[in-house]
Structure formats: structure tokens, C-alpha cells
């Protein structure tokens, strides 16, 4: 499985996977495009773009409907911890939202998705501090945010990590808007040694 992360939580996997599309430097051809929330830095019009063909299916919250009316491509929307299965690929869903800050409410809504693909399960956190539903989660691969401010920071993403217990950890969501490089560092160091860790920005 091949992930690679371009900046902050824009993820791509496997070529054609795209989550929070963000300063693409390259174009390419989405078969999925997954929005978590509808901040500039998550739902970037000019990347969906860049990735975008007639054939691919874009995939956000029910809360996001408006955001991605322009689009005439197949959308779904998806809801608060269901479970969906579309083509080859499945996922769940789960409430992504901040607890001591104000800026990813509850109530929003907002998602990280769990993707099963090739038989491993790959969650991406989006925008979130710890809580209660995201402990619950069991997954392969975590893509984690640690930057702090908008989210949860690397000793808090480190404490869930070692909790959750992944076979392998990639932080998101630092070195460009929050935060900086030296983050992932600090965050691998307090990673259980029986987790792999990989940085990709």
C-alpha cells in the first residue's frame, strides 16, 4: 500500500485515494476524493479540481452537501459512525470535533473516515482532539494530527497512539499551518517501539 502525504492532512493512497486535497503539485486522477470538515485548508476547490475526472465519486459529510453542489460528479454523504461499501473499497465513519476548542464543534458533525483497503484498515483522523468515540477505534494504520491549536497535540496524539496500538503511525496536520517539523520527531519518540512510526512530510 503505497500512502504519501503532501502537506498538513492532504493524503493520497495508492494513486487514486485522495483525502483533503491541498497544494497538489502534480495533477492526477481520483477514483475517491474524501473531505473530512469544509475549512479552506481541507476543501480546496482549486485541488479537487487538479484530481477531479468525470468518474470520480467525491465523498464528505451530510453537512457538506452545499459545499459540494457545483460538482456533477456522484456524491455520498455520509453520516455519523455508519459503515458504507463503494466499489472496492469500504469505510466507516466516525464524529471528528474538538472538545476544549472552538473550532471543530460537535454539533458540526465533521468526520474521520476508517478505510478498509487490501484487507488493512487505514483511519484518518481529520480535525479532532481525543474523545471518547476515537478511542474506540481499531485500525491498522493511523493517520494522527499533532500540531496542536486546531487539534490534538503530539503528547495527546502520542498517549491515543499507544492506546489505540496501530501497526503503524503517520502524524498529519504540522509543519505548514501549525506547528513545525520537529514535532514528528518528539512524536516518535513517545510512540510504544512496537508501533512503526513514519514520517511523510
Known amino acids: 500500500m503505497k500512502i504519501e502525504i503532501n502537506k498538513h492532512n492532504s493524503i493520497c493512497i495508492n494513486n487514486?485515494?485522495?483525502?483533503?486535497?491541498?497544494?497538489l503539485?502534480?495533477?492526477?486522477?481520483a477514483k475517491f476524493i474524501f473531505f473530512t470538515h469544509p475549512h479552506w485548508d481541507h476543501f480546496s476547490i482549486k485541488d479537487i479540481n487538479k484530481i477531479l475526472t468525470k468518474n470520480t465519486i467525491l465523498i464528505?459529510?451530510?453537512t457538506m452537501e452545499q459545499d459540494i453542489a457545483e460538482f456533477a460528479n456522484k456524491k455520498v454523504l455520509v453520516e455519523i459512525e455508519k459503515s458504507y461499501h463503494?466499489?472496492?473499497?469500504e469505510f466507516e465513519t466516525f464524529r471528528s470535533y474538538n472538545i476544549d476548542k472552538i473550532f471543530h464543534p460537535k454539533e458540526n458533525n465533521w468526520v474521520g473516515y476508517n478505510i478498509k483497503l487490501d484487507a488493512q484498515k487505514i483511519a484518518v483522523i481529520?480535525?479532532?482532539?481525543?474523545t471518547p468515540e476515537i478511542k474506540k477505534i481499531r485500525t491498522d494504520i493511523l493517520l494522527i494530527p499533532i500540531g496542536g491549536t486546531y487539534t490534538m497535540n503530539v503528547e495527546e496524539a502520542a498517549d491515543l497512539t499507544n492506546l489505540l496500538r496501530p501497526q503503524?503511525?503517520?502524524?498529519?496536520?504540522?509543519?505548514?499551518?501549525?506547528?513545525n517539523k520537529t514535532m514528528a520527531l518528539e512524536f516518535m519518540k513517545k510512540i510504544?517501539?512496537?508501533?512503526?512510526?513514519?514520517?511523510?512530510i
Not at 126 to 130: I, K, N
Not at 168 to 179: A, D, F, L, N, S
Not at 192 to 200: P, Q, T, Y
Request: negative net charge; glycine residues 8%; aromatic residues 4%.
Open 16 to 23: 487514486d485515494i485522495y483525502i483533503d486535497p491541498l497544494d
Open 86 to 89: 463503494l466499489k472496492n473499497i
Open 192 to 200: 510504544d517501539s512496537n508501533i512503526e512510526c513514519e514520517i511523510l
Open 25 to 29: 503539485e502534480k495533477e492526477g486522477r
Open 168 to 179: 503503524k503511525v503517520i502524524p498529519t496536520h504540522y509543519g505548514e499551518i501549525v506547528g
Open 60 to 62: 464528505c459529510p451530510k
Open 126 to 130: 481529520g480535525d479532532s482532539d481525543v
